[in-house]
């Protein structure tokens, strides 16, 4: 369904790349510090036994890149303290990364930068190998359209069945219904709401919601899901 991206997990908060974040305040991320070890270069066999008793291989044709990059990253809200100070850090494509932290630490604030719903107040954030600052409003509608995202709300639209849900990333992209109906029901069936495509949100049960939700957010084969 294309390359999901969290945020990889330590103390605090994690950022993905292997990335420690120390936070010097109970509401602010400060400057992220690389903690992982060196990786083997690709093509060659990692240290030690695989679990068949074999030396496991990383496949050499497989293309590292990096969809986000910030450097020097800082956000505040109006005159307020800076929520992230000196964010530093890259999403390498084909990983899962998770962000975790004490509450008011700045992760909505952080993934927000990241669906391109704010602007950082200082540094660079680079997706897709673009400098978001540099993108017009149309340019950075096209680019969200990259992006999927899986909200802690679910925001599902209470007057639209579960199909409609579903379907609505393609709707808004002005295809024929046509051209993706088969493609929304079988996913629908695979996340387990086959039986449930006809009915509306406020009758679903919350696991219900939350399926609904990750289906639509991956039905248009985003290359960052959030």
């Not at 639209?160 to 929304?184: C, H, I, Q």
Request: glycine fraction near 8%; aromatic fraction near 8%; hydrophobic fraction near 40%.
């Amino acid at each position: 369904w294309g390359q999901m991206i969290c945020m990889e997990r330590i103390s605090t908060m994690t950022l993905a790349g292997c990335y420690n974040a120390s936070v010097n305040e109970s509401e602010t991320i400060t400057e992220a510090q690389p903690f992982c070890p060196v990786r083997k270069p690709r093509g060659q066999p990692i240290a030690g036994p695989s679990l068949t008793g074999r030396r496991t291989f990383r496949s050499p044709h497989r293309t590292e890149l990096s969809l986000v990059r910030f450097e020097n990253v800082g956000l505040r809200y109006g005159l307020g303290p800076e929520i992230l100070r000196d964010l530093s850090f890259l999403i390498p494509a084909h990983s899962f990364q998770f962000l975790t932290g004490p509450s008011g630490a700045g992760k909505t604030s952080l993934l927000r930068l990241l669906f391109l719903s704010l602007r950082p107040t200082r540094g660079l954030v680079n997706l897709f190998g673009r400098d978001v600052s540099l993108l017009s409003k149309d340019q950075v509608a096209d680019l969200r359209k990259r992006i999927g995202i899986v909200l802690q709300d679910f925001r599902l639209l209470d007057h639209m069945t579960t199909y409609e849900n579903v379907a609505l990333p393609f709707r808004v992209m002005g295809r024929d219904e046509s051209s993706y109906r088969k493609e929304v029901i079988d996913l629908l069936k695979w996340v387990g709401l086959g039986e449930r495509m006809d009915a509306l949100p406020p009758i679903l049960s919350g696991g219900e919601k939350q399926r609904a939700a990750i289906a639509r957010a991956v039905i248009s084969r985003p290359q960052l899901l959030l």
